[in-house]
């Protein structure tokens, strides 16, 4: 497999569920990010990491709890969900030298909250 | 916090047309980058531009860095269906951490065949 996949593509959970996303990338890169991407907003930066440390969280509500087990993959584990919290959520990583370089992104998770 | 404004947000044209689109800051860009997503994808980078006054082409595409790096734009010529998709702009701006980057909300553009 090549470049940033995610997994699942699709998923539907009641807001008392716990389910988490996986992305793996297969390019060598330094950064992993996840984004959420909604319906009429900007993309929005959620979590980076960097050589597996966590080195951007932008006041993300605890319901969403990232884990980098190493350089090649990224989760994002889900509680206790709100229905706003619908959306596609993207995954990306890059090879960060002076700067953020190229953001290479995978297919996304759409996530519905029911 | 920074903001990126794209105009405009909705954009439908014959194929063969031309098309600008684009993207404004008050705020000075380190770089800036041109992202497309097609429906059920990831955004794919187009370009990246650092250089005040740069312009680049890509194919049909003509991408500019305004000369005080606060904006951009995207031309198309002679628009096809292909082109169909959602054009991002994302900026880096002087002073903010090395992972920061700033998307704006995008243009839905649509080419009919």
């Known amino acids: 497999e090549t470049g940033v996949t995610q997994t699942p593509r699709h998923l539907v959970m009641g807001m008392t569920n716990k389910k988490s996303l996986k992305c793996e990338q297969h390019l060598g890169h330094n950064a992993m990010y996840w984004y959420k991407q909604s319906a009429k907003k900007p993309l929005e930066l959620m979590f980076v990491y960097s050589l597996e440390e966590r080195v951007e969280n932008n006041s993300v509500p605890s319901r969403f709890s990232p884990e980098c087990p190493n350089s090649s993959h990224l989760f994002l584990h889900l509680h206790t969900l709100q229905p706003e919290d619908s959306a596609l959520y993207l995954c990306?990583?890059?090879?960060?030298?002076?700067?953020?370089?190229?953001?290479?992104f995978g297919e996304g998770s759409r996530l519905t909250v029911l | 916090t920074q903001l990126l404004e794209q105009s405009p947000q909705f954009l439908s044209i014959q194929e063969g047309e031309n098309l600008t689109v684009y993207c404004n800051s008050s705020s000075v860009f380190s770089s800036l980058q041109w992202y497309r997503q097609e429906p059920g994808e990831g955004p794919v980078l187009l370009v990246t531009?650092?250089?005040?006054?740069e312009v680049k082409k890509l194919k049909r595409l003509t991408f500019q860095f305004g000369d005080a790096r606060k904006d951009s734009s995207l031309h198309i010529t002679a628009a096809q269906p292909g082109d169909t998709g959602l054009y991002l702009c994302a900026g880096a701006y002087s002073g903010a951490g090395s992972y920061q980057l700033t998307f704006g909300k995008g243009t839905k553009l649509s080419v009919i065949p």
């Open positions: 990306a990583s890059s090879q960060v030298t002076a700067g953020i370089g190229e953001l290479f």
């Open positions: 531009v650092v250089t005040g006054g």
